[in-house]
């Protein structure tokens, strides 16, 4: 592994970890993280650098921290200058750091800047990982900062989105959270989210390694957040193929378009295939809206079911039609 | 163990799954579930009723499943009477049935008619369990049922929440989650809540033994709800105990007030230990609301980290009042 | 569910807990646990046995608790009857109880009666799970036993072996469980074991509900013996098919034969493989005695790794012969 | 993170991975793992080295792999003082490189070499980790080398030990793992072992990032090891405090020595805790050893079941003895 440092946007440091690629290994790119600490725009925690770096690196990741401009005397646009740059150089420096794609990996106010990145920047990260994150404007000021208001910049070009947070964090509030998740639902953003119960904010990797001695920085409940992120993003990045290609969310989601074993609904709202099925089984698309056991129902269920609203004929007639469209 | 089955309400049966009592084990009470199945107010679904139940008996809590009133002739209040007889005869059998407390664990519909329960009763459960629940009233319409609309019904009074539920439900869309969750909020319900990136609607445990045979009702990410939703019960009616008292959320929440370990914003929050620090530490208190580092440490970091704004006397001066007026 | 009891043997009692079958759960058989509590022979404990039959009910099975013939007056071969009795008569029985596979489970002196039954009676189990047991028949004299010695009756008959114990257990030496593993291995019967670091006797599920309020009966790390001991069985019964043929080890065995993947020694095992080798790839076969990197590589890796032993040809040759004699 | 090599022994190298100390983090010294990969003594396979440090350090730890002598003209005794002499210079720089003790972790043939150093050598680890191990001499002559059989070398100096293998595993037969075990288990060394149904050599992480896209290297189920492992050695190194002093498994075990909650049995093992039990207790010295529910159960326990053996006098004038000779 390579570990060495460059600098970006105004003077600041970005830390990479390269691991050595490997004939025997038989990888040659690998999903990268750019990981953003928090510090409430005033300095980047320690908590939140190198110890999240190794985590996903132990995971086949490479990592790369920034420490972006932070205090008194850099406003926020500074600091989202260095995130931008520290991303544009990443993907011109793609090949030889043997990365392909780039999630963006802030916590605190660090979350604050790597959702600014995905929502504000035209440079976009390819996936989005956040922890307990500030995303309301309302926070700036209380820091002297001017700060974008990240639910208010959501569209459909937001990448799919990791969130973790507590309930019980003090310092910002859940509605944080909330307000983002809703602005990604309301764009059809994929998103995951864990929003835990206990914890304290500042939580980093939750575990004693971590924690500075502080006891209330452990919870083992809170640690799962890393190994879930990591499948979510093998979900996007696709993981380390035994076999064929990677499996990624969009092919799970794309095994479930229009087809026989989906719900009558997801059916109906696919104009192809509610044409179809209307053709081969127009009970079928009617009691749909009226009744919610036929419309949760595929196809191949309700003949199972023996419902009268269909027959043998049919689904092999609409089967075919489908099959001929489909993927 | 007992298995045995009562009537209540509207004629619904309540299959009841009671412990045996040892002497050896030494356990008296247990918490309780009260499992509600899904199936759109139209059926209950044996998949989200007996394998729930015995989810939760594997864990140490008595079990409880309601076949409630479902179906085109039995309007929503006939399913929440069921589910209200159901709460008070477990309150009323409580000795017999060696419980002690209630939580209402529902799903998809029957998520609804727990969170009806948890909101709009007057008896309402101790804790609520929910997956991919339907929360909003507009899913009512296309049911044929007039049901309550549950983020508006919201209040403190809501018992603590567990919520789960996947961002790729098509059927129930994630919006249902979402404002749930922001009027827990807003009343200071302490939820947790866990919405994965991939899954279908219904998975309910997410295991092989509750697929049906579906590939895509399996999900090893997802099914760790249940563990989840165990440790939060947990956090709420307290563990089994094996030294003193049991942990509760309440006890871990009460240990963070005011004291020397905690953040100085928070401090500054309770009236008693405001004033406490204007007397000893004057300057922290008013660096605090200007200074992001100085408001999110505790006293005593701010000590050890040689800031020029308290003095060890300062502390000493402080912990003593603290102590003095605190727990 | 069913839950009810029975008579064996000796006038042992064998409560059955049997779950609903259901059409939407399409699980028609299940496989079965006969749960063989601990206690020395001289009772059988609450803590090993309902719980234990909980833990595996959640898990899809259906679980049946012997409370088999202890004490002074009840010599060995009476507890070893009741024990045979039982699973005489789940056999005689699996239609009624929709079983279909019967695994016994046992702890300490009830790991020893399972065991037992493993080896030395003639209706077997078809898999043995053992927490912490006596094997050595040198146990017997101390509570006044003529016990079997458990090792020297281990044959190639004796079925599929899970067995979990701590090396800090004081009352029932690790030695018990090396001196099995070993005799396993030398008869080739396929096993499972987890030896902790620590652990008192008698931990049960090591968790709290059935620690009896004893905090050095919680182990986290040993309470994972269970999950463990699901997936054991499930590669031995077969798990919940979500498609096609359940998966087994042997199963998974079988796909590890002779073919161009398996490692070169493990092909010279084959008769049929090592003379294909020699045929097509006669340098490769006299290399792999020599050195081990050819050993335990597989022809196909030789040819990628472009060793000079292999041709393409020789490798599509070989390829064809074995696809010819495979599976 | 500094990432540097250095060259130890007969010009081995030395691949050291050591964390940056943190002001902030409070971490001075971490333990160290040698990292130490297989290859048949024939090479050092990429899948075992740098994987293997990433995970540790992931975990807190400091990593080093060295990349011993290996190959036809290289005797065992010429790898055997690479891995002594790395050991020796990692003991030298333990100030520079930031560490506090040091476990030896070897794969296969490098796990032989790990043992090697854990048995024959004066500077022992503090440690020893090895995955499916050859630790039989008689796997020399295949490989041409004369190797040290480690079983045979085992004494009550060889540090605590974790194994991990497979049942499955054709290349290094599982009795490599039992007869070292057996004769850890003789000499009294603590040890923690799993031993896995299903899985083939050389499985590393068991996860896809070091599968070299083999489907067959992938294991859920032993990729547990490694958690496993880093729970082990917390164990012997002591985690990273919270508060007070780390608990190791000698702080456990010292809990457990003389006391009310140890079962009788192990109370008469002790000298001074016989001679007090038969002066307060005769009858239950007499009990014990003709009745295993009264030598398994503590003297406190006996009091409770109101076994007629002992009075409260007795316990109380055997409480103050033994408090009085005990921690």
């Not at 970006?8 to 790119?29: F, N």
């Not at 690196?57 to 205090?71: D, K, M, Q």
């Not at 609409?318 to 993927?327: D, F, S, V, W």
Request: net charge negative.
């Amino acid at each position: 592994m390579r570990v060495f440092t460059t600098t970006v946007g105004h003077g600041a440091e970005l830390t990479c970890y390269v691991q050595d690629p490997s004939e025997e290994l038989a990888l040659k790119a690998r999903p990268a993280v750019l990981v953003l600490p928090g510090g409430g725009y005033f300095f980047t925690s320690d908590r939140e650098a190198e110890p999240v770096a190794l985590a996903y690196l132990a995971e086949g990741f490479n990592a790369f921290v920034l420490r972006y401009s932070t205090g008194a005397d850099a406003p926020f646009e500074q600091s989202f200058d260095d995130a931008k740059a520290a991303l544009a150089w990443l993907r011109a420096s793609a090949d030889d750091l043997h990365i392909d794609g780039v999630a963006a990996v802030g916590f605190s106010a660090g979350g604050h800047l790597a959702a600014s990145l995905a929502t504000a920047a035209t440079n976009k990260p390819d996936a989005l990982v956040v922890g307990y994150p500030v995303t309301l404007a309302e926070f700036g000021p209380p820091i002297g900062k001017d700060i974008l208001d990240i639910p208010s910049l959501v569209t459909g070009e937001t990448p799919p989105t990791f969130l973790f947070s507590t309930c019980d964090d003090v310092l910002v509030p859940v509605r944080n959270s909330l307000e983002f998740l809703s602005a990604l639902a309301a764009h059809h953003v994929p998103f995951e989210s864990h929003i835990y119960l206990l914890g304290v904010h500042g939580l980093s990797l939750a575990k004693p390694l971590t924690a500075s001695g502080r006891a209330d920085h452990v919870d083992e409940a809170v640690a799962q957040w890393l190994p879930d992120s990591v499948r979510f993003l093998r979900a996007v990045f696709g993981g380390f193929t035994t076999s064929g290609e990677p499996e990624t969310y969009e092919t799970v989601l794309a095994r479930r378009v229009v087809g026989m074993d989906m719900p009558i609904n997801r059916l109906l709202d696919d104009e192809a295939g509610a044409a179809a099925l209307r053709r081969h089984a127009p009970a079928v698309a009617e009691a749909a809206p009226l009744d919610l056991s036929v419309a949760r129902s595929s196809i191949r269920q309700l003949l199972e079911q023996g419902s009268g609203l269909v027959t043998p004929e049919a689904v092999a007639g609409l089967e075919a039609e489908l099959t001929g469209q489909g993927k």
